[in-house]
């Protein structure tokens, strides 16, 4: 069937929500359907990167299309999500699947049948009392399919909250692609033979940065490497720390490359905090569903993660990691201790990756988050990524500032409609079902 995902986001960035947005838009081709992610253009904020497709690592097997976005602020915001969900309702897909509840509503309100997906409380947002009143008109309309959320303790908010669609919410934790075998692990930093620990994420307060730093001085017999963060944040923590010199700082790296710095790594650490701020100033810790912990997973290296109820949904303490209290800095200095046991190590890693193959994998959370729709499997054997529909002539109106992304990650106007396109059977063809 022909989808179409809209999300307000800044593409490319370095915001982890990308890597899932565009990881979910290849999985929902990977099912066989004809896939368009459409998202607000910030020429000034975006990413300089040379392909779009390469730098989240996916293959170009789904259209990006981009829509001009006023410069006014907080309306700005209102008026792309809603210009969004009318140029997608435009393009008469079968479903639209969206991040953002405002373009949801009016594509839901324009006759098209709906998903939003939520990963906190719809009146916890930026405008909470706005979307939450959206939120109450979308789930009114006959086009409203269901909801996704990440969760156990989301759906449980959802269920009390909103009872009315409470058989009609479906809890898709995140996900991870699983790691090329072939990949061979980078050459890390610092010394060879001591115990490689390892952290991929932003820096900012709530992710353990004084506790990773806490180790390092502690932990002789290690060295720590930590991947990610805006070059002003790197800077801070380098000064913070310079006088380890089992401490080393990567900055930010593309998706692309992170499976082989994974895979050097010995332990993988996730010091969550008990309190993780949004931008409204609400606390995320409870609902979250990191995809830190899926990359980790997938990676089959032992994990080191906060002990809270929104990881233990995922990981299993002595199972598939060591779950420690994060506020006490023993414990987890005691697990990096217990963890110089190769074969402990070992059991740990392999134990998360099998269990990410059995439920993590974004094809499968794909084919979760649409259970409302029937699939017809009979035909994915067939299913190839030929050149995209064309759009009506009616869609003019709405098209005239839009551009499309190609495969070399450049974008170019559409002035009607979207025009035919031939590379998929060439550039598509490994993931033909």
Known sequence: MELVYLANCVLPSRSANTIQITK????????????????????S??????????????????????LARPRLSSVGTFLVNYRMGRVAARMNPDVVYSRSIVACYFASRAGTDCVFESHSPVRESRFGRVEDTFFRRLIEHDTFESLVVISDALREYYREEYPEIQDRIVVARDAADTVDESTDPVELRGKAGPLQVGYVGHLYEGRGMDLIGALAREQDGAEFHVIGGEPEDVAYWEDR???????????FLPPSELDQYRLAFDVQLAPYEQEIATNAGHNTVQWMSPLKIFEYMAAGRAIVASDLPAIREILTDGETALLCDPTDEREWANALSRLQDDDFRERLGTSARSTFHENYTYNSRARRCLWRFPRSSDSLGEVGFGEAPERSGELAEDFHDLSRVDCAGHERS???????????????EQVRL
């Open 24 to 43: 979910m838009c290849q999985a929902f081709a990977r099912q066989g359907h004809d896939v368009t992610l459409l998202v607000p253009a910030h020429p």
């Open 45 to 66: 904020r975006e990413a300089d990167v040379e392909d779009l497709y390469d730098f989240y690592d996916v293959d170009p097997c789904f259209e990006i299309y981009k």
């Open 241 to 251: 720390m310079g006088d380890r010199d089992n401490i080393h700082f990567y900055g």
């Open 414 to 428: 559409t002035a009607v409609h979207r025009e035919p396109d031939r590379r998929d059977d060439r550039e598509c």
